[in-house]
C-alpha cells in the first residue's frame, strides 16, 4: 500500500515477477487532486515512492489536475532529485527549466523503444512524461522492463547474446552533410569515432559494447537494437561480423509481447526508472502533446 495515494490500475498493465507494471496511483480523495497536493505528497513520501519505483519500474500517477508544464514542473522538483542536462540526437524544445517536449519527429512516426540518452556518457536513472494533451487515437507510450528482455532473449537465442556479452555491439550512424544540428548534438554523445566523409556526410561509431548490462544486480538490455525511424544506421558484433536477421526478429517479437502501450489521460504523469524501463511512442495525431523531464 503506497501510503499518501489511493491504489489504481489500468486495463493494459501486465505482472512482471509479483509486480504490477505499471503501477498507478490515484488522488487519496477527490478534494485532495490538485497538482499541489500532489506535489506535497510527493514531498512527504519521497521514500516510498523511491521504493516503489524500484520494485515496479514504472509508476502512473492519474486523475490528478495537473494542466499546464509548470505544474509539472513543480511535481518534477517535489521528488527532490538532481537534474541532468539532455544530450541527444532527438531535437527538443525547452519549456520550463526541468521541463522539455518530448521529440519534434512528427507525430506520425513511431519511435522505436530505447532507453532516454542510451548513449551519453551518463544516461538519467529516472524520465516524467506528462500528458498535456492527449492523441485522439494512438499516441500511446509503450513501456517495457529491460530485465524481461534480456532473459527472454537468453532464453530464445543463447547463442547470440553469450557472444554480444563477449565481444559486444558496433553501431555507425550515418548522417547526412546537410544535417547540422544533429552533428552538434552528436559530438557531445560517447562516440569511440567520429569520421568526416569526402562527400560531406559523417559516420558517428558507437562501441563495440554489450547491449547487456547489469543494473542493481539484474541483467538488462540497455541499447537499442532495433532500426531508428529517421537515422541510418548499421549495427555489427563488436568483432565486425553480421547479427543476424533472425535475432532483431526474435527482438522485436519480446517487445511487442511483454510491452504495456499507456494510453494517456490528460494530466498523467508517467515515472520511470530509465535505467530498467524502456520505452517508445505509438503514432499518433495531433494535437498529442507529451512533455519530459529527467533526473540524474
Ligand atoms: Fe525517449
Not at 10 to 29: C, H, N, Q, R, Y
Not at 192 to 201: E, F, L, T
Not at 252 to 278: F, S
Amino acid at each position: 500500500m503506497e501510503r499518501g495515494f489511493a491504489e489504481g490500475s489500468i486495463k493494459e498493465e501486465k505482472v512482471f515477477g509479483d509486480a504490477v507494471f505499471p503501477k498507478t496511483l490515484l488522488p487519496w480523495s477527490t478534494s485532495m487532486s490538485s497538482a499541489r497536493d500532489l506535489a506535497e505528497t510527493v514531498q512527504r513520501e519521497r521514500p516510498s515512492l523511491s521504493r516503489t519505483l524500484q520494485s515496479h519500474g514504472a509508476i502512473l500517477f492519474r486523475g490528478f489536475q495537473v494542466r499546464s508544464a509548470d505544474e509539472f514542473d513543480r511535481v518534477v522538483r517535489a521528488f527532490g532529485w538532481e537534474d541532468i542536462p539532455y544530450v541527444g540526437a532527438a531535437e527538443r524544445v525547452s519549456v520550463t527549466d526541468r521541463v522539455y517536449t518530448a521529440n519534434e519527429v512528427p507525430l506520425d512516426v513511431f519511435i522505436n523503444f530505447h532507453h532516454e540518452m542510451a548513449f551519453a556518457r551518463q544516461s538519467p536513472s529516472k524520465i516524467f512524461f506528462f500528458c498535456s494533451e492527449p492523441s485522439p487515437e494512438g499516441g500511446e507510450t509503450s513501456i517495457l522492463p529491460s530485465q524481461v528482455v534480456a532473459e527472454k532473449m537468453e532464453e530464445r537465442l543463447p547463442e547470440v547474446t553469450a557472444k554480444l556479452s563477449e565481444v559486444g555491439l558496433t553501431f555507425r550512424f550515418l548522417i547526412h552533410k546537410d544535417k547540422e544540428a544533429e552533428k552538434r548534438q552528436r559530438l557531445k554523445l560517447n562516440y569511440s569515432r567520429v569520421d568526416y566523409k569526402s562527400d560531406g556526410s559523417t559516420e558517428f561509431v558507437f562501441g563495440p559494447s554489450s547491449p547487456i548490462r547489469e543494473v542493481g544486480g539484474k541483467k538488462v538490455w540497455f541499447l537499442p537494437f532495433l532500426g531508428y525511424n529517421l537515422t541510418e544506421v548499421r549495427k555489427s558484433f563488436g568483432d565486425g561480423s553480421a547479427v543476424p536477421a533472425s535475432a532483431a526478429a526474435a527482438y522485436e517479437e519480446i517487445l511487442e509481447e511483454n510491452c504495456v502501450d499507456v494510453k494517456w489521460q490528460k494530466g498523467d504523469i508517467l515515472l520511470l526508472d530509465n535505467h530498467a524501463v524502456q520505452h517508445a511512442r505509438r503514432p499518433g495525431k495531433s494535437p498529442r502533446r507529451v512533455l519530459v523531464a529527467v533526473s540524474k
